[in-house]
């Protein structure tokens, strides 16, 4: 499973193929899977990643066509390769086999690091951007956990809603999965709606975003406000996690703060019609506002 800022695209082993639906459950289109196997997807802001759980390889493919582009080896060691993540440019794989998560260099499939899954039966990843998090699926615990990608350690968790559940995909706000057998997908709350509704007051002591008037069509204020001075972070993603502009990461003193973003990418390229997340690190503490973002 994965999400393109827009639609839902699921892999179906049993079918053998790649479906895109929108986030209201209507096929709008779909196309071969690379083999025979297809378990996982992730979303590279461009590309879609199928893992295969026969060939034990994670292909490239274009996501109009459905065209392989490129492929890296799995990591696992028994006949399984299930859930993908993209985060940071990087791509993550677990299995139910193995019960690793790995992080793995996608040009190559070199493994950058690894840690165990917390349970035993290991299905599905995506990467929290919001959170800086790693979810994972166990079809055997019967549980979703929220984990440390740089320690492996459960944050937090919460039963499964389908006693079978495979991939995963975050929108942002909500967290997705799918049933196996049942073919259900689900859309669950976990406790971001809303985050970017709370107003602050713009005084020492509050930490957050004074609300943007969305839509915004061209250049947009951020205004933010933090109550202790230190190290501050402000990043743009689009709906899909990828970074797409750092605007600050800097020491700035407690207070009401203003900076601008020009509807660009990091490369100066104008970003495209949709929806982006601006995310405030600061005091160990995340904020995040949405921006509506049309030409």
Request: hydrophobic residues 35%; contains cysteine.
């Amino acid at each position: 499973m994965a999400l393109d800022g827009t639609n839902l695209w699921i892999a179906s082993d049993g079918r053998d193929r790649i479906y895109k639906m929108d986030t209201l459950g209507n096929l709008l289109d779909s196309f071969p899977a690379p083999n025979t196997t297809a378990t996982g997807l992730c979303w590279d802001g461009q590309h879609l990643w199928c893992a295969d759980g026969g060939t034990i390889r994670i292909y490239k493919l274009d996501p109009a066509t459905g065209t392989i582009l490129d492929s890296i080896p799995g990591p696992g060691t028994q006949v399984s390769c299930e859930g993908l993540a993209w985060m940071n440019d990087t791509i993550w794989n677990t299995n139910w086999s193995n019960n690793t998560i790995w992080k793995l260099d996608p040009a190559t499939g070199n493994i950058w690091g690894q840690f165990a899954s917390p349970g035993n039966g290991s299905t599905g990843l995506t990467w929290d951007w919001h959170d800086n998090a790693l979810w994972n699926s166990d079809q055997l615990t019967d549980y979703i956990y929220k984990i440390n990608p740089v320690t492996g350690a459960v944050i937090t968790q919460f039963p499964c809603p389908d006693p079978e559940v495979q991939d995963l995909a975050f929108d942002g706000t909500y967290l997705w999965t799918c049933g196996w057998t049942s073919g259900m997908v689900y859309k669950m709350d976990i406790g971001y709606t809303g985050v970017d509704e709370l107003p602050v007051s713009g005084t020492v002591g509050t930490f957050g975003f004074v609300p943007l008037a969305n839509p915004v069509c061209g250049r947009s204020t951020i205004t933010y406000n933090t109550s202790l001075p230190g190290t501050v972070s402000l990043k743009v993603y689009d709906s899909a996690g990828r970074l797409i502009e750092t605007l600050l990461e800097g020491i700035e003193p407690a207070g009401t703060k203003s900076t601008s973003w020009d509807a660009k990418d990091g490369g100066n390229h104008a970003v495209t019609n949709g929806i982006y997340f601006i995310r405030l690190d600061a005091e160990g503490k995340t904020a995040t506002q949405k921006l509506v973002f049309i030409r």
